[in-house]
């Protein structure tokens, strides 16, 4: 039985600047798993679970979702959705979801013993072969399809279920499919004029089980690499629980990159607060645990700007070099980790999701998480202004895009 969808599925657009090209023809047409990770509360149907909603769950749930990429025929098309812009166009259906597990409430049941709260020895062992039922289906598609990274997508406020795995499909799919894809969707979609700070509350709820989450796939021996895709309020969630990451394995005297396995961290539209970022991320040396990490700003960011107004302090994703201390800019780029990068020609509706929609966004993000390089270079020709913040343009250069992935790959 398929998945009843609360909208219209996802259209994506292949236009001279998209990379479909990169996809063999033959996995553009094909059913693909999608995992996830949710403490969103489930949807039942006689007694099954077929969805999740905006509610909280004290449990994190572990399953499956079958994502099918298929072409749309005109009819269907105008009964279903609109065009935005001419091009090919596809479609990304949700047809199948499974829960493969669910791990207990927490907190765990804990008792004193010596001065010390201890969990049960019951609720731990119950809490520990979740996890090793977690790792072991995450370990089994690492050794059917050979690909020993994860891509790790965590949405933003005002995102349903379907969206966070939908949108993580579109972006495993034009990395040429060479990852594990598992979403953490948390309780986000509050409808309301409240709904925008709803879904920031929900954000802090989760942030324990994205640490938990974060923990139990580093722990995996098969995974060699952790890449992270966060936009709007789920950078919040990823930041928050990485940073607690970053403090506890150094203080078991471990190097955060090495025990973490993290890789490529990108974030879209962050709606974070630039003094908490300078104060609890760049005091505690997050970056150093990651091979680079991307930060996307768009100054015409509607949803972000309004954000700014409401809580009187510039929100990362909408800041310029004027929000920022002298200097503070080029020290980071000193260190060589942290890139911030300017986008160009994201207004209006598409604002906050542009780098969904925006191809040259888009296509950088590919760029990035295929290649690995660094911007400026032919792999990724971005442009530094003298505030040194990167600069993507709408008309971002990809012609050669298909030659540059196939030189590094040689």
Known sequence: ???????????????RNYPASLVPEVLQVVDAPIFYVTDRAPVRTEGRVTGYGTGRSDAMAFGATQIRFGAVDWEDLVARTHVDRGGRISRLDLVALREIT?????????????????????????YEAITREFQ???????????????????????????????????????????????????????????????????????????????????????????DIVAHSRGTSVMTQALREMVIYNRGKGLRPKLAMKTGTLILAAADLDIGVVRQRLASERVSEAFEQINIYVN??????????????????????????????????????LTHFIRVEGASGSGSHSYFRNNPAVLSDIVLALRTRAFPGGTLRPLEEDPDTIWRLQPNYPLERLPNLIVEVER
């Open 1 to 15: 039985m398929g998945v009843q969808l609360s909208q219209p599925p996802n259209l994506y657009l292949d236009g």
């Open 299 to 336: 100054p015409d960011d509607v949803a972000l700007r309004l954000s700014s107004f409401l809580t009187k302090y510039p929100r990362v994703g909408v800041a310029g070099a004027d929000d920022f201390k002298p200097n503070e800019l080029a020290v980071e780029r000193k260190q060589g």
């Open 102 to 126: 669910r791990f207990p409430d927490i907190p765990l049941p804990a008792r004193r013993q010596s001065g010390e709260l201890r969990v049960t020895p019951e609720a731990r062992s119950e």
């Open 136 to 226: 072991n289906a995450i370990r089994a598609e690492v050794q059917r399809t050979g690909n020993r990274r994860i891509l790790v997508y965590v949405h933003g406020v005002s995102n349903e279920f379907d969206n966070s795995v939908q949108t993580l499909a579109n972006l495993w799919h034009f990395t040429g499919r060479r990852s594990i894809p598992v979403s953490f969707t948390w309780p986000a979609g509050n409808a309301g004029l409240l709904g925008y700070f709803r879904d920031r509350e929900a954000a802090d709820f989760s942030v324990y089980h994205a640490k938990e989450f974060l923990r139990m796939l580093a722990e995996i021996p098969e995974v060699e690499d952790i």
